[in-house]
């Protein structure tokens, strides 16, 4: 099945910039990254997991959370198969661990039920 592993996490200040990575492996045969549905989760202590944005397979239509928007941007590079979240003006309420998500669903947003899972990168914002 789908192999996602995320890289870029990292201690950062306030004011300061990220970019995530969630590199993609054992796609299924032919299909690359754009043929998936892809999402960003994060979570911090002790709360739930939150939807942060999701890319739709083919014509890429995104979405973010509402208390993201102009602050992250989630792209993908079809070359090297991987999923990006680049993360500015970084907030400590940003803190959480962040999560790569894949599915094939066609129906694409932070409310999809992914299949794919990544074992999460650390972001801590002070």
């Known amino acids: 099945h789908v192999q996602l592993v995320e890289s870029g996490g990292g201690s950062v200040q306030a004011g300061g910039s990220l970019r995530l990575a969630c590199v993609t492996s054992?796609?299924?045969?032919?299909?690359?990254?754009?043929?998936?549905?892809m999402g960003w989760f994060r979570q911090a202590p002790g709360k739930e997991r939150e939807g942060v944005a999701s890319?739709?397979?083919?014509?890429?239509?995104?979405y973010y959370a509402d208390s993201l928007k102009g602050r992250f941007t989630i792209s993908r590079v079809d070359a090297k198969n991987t999923l990006y979240l680049q993360m500015s003006d970084l907030k400590p309420e940003d803190t959480a661990m962040y999560y790569c998500?894949?599915?094939?669903?066609?129906?694409?947003?932070?409310?999809?039920?992914?299949?794919?899972w990544g074992q999460g990168t650390q972001v801590t914002v002070s």
């Open positions: 890319i739709s397979p083919g014509r890429s239509t995104t």
């Open positions: 998500a894949a599915d094939f669903s066609s129906t694409c947003h932070l409310g999809t039920d992914f299949d794919f």
């Open positions: 054992r796609l299924t045969y032919g299909l690359t990254v754009t043929d998936y549905c």
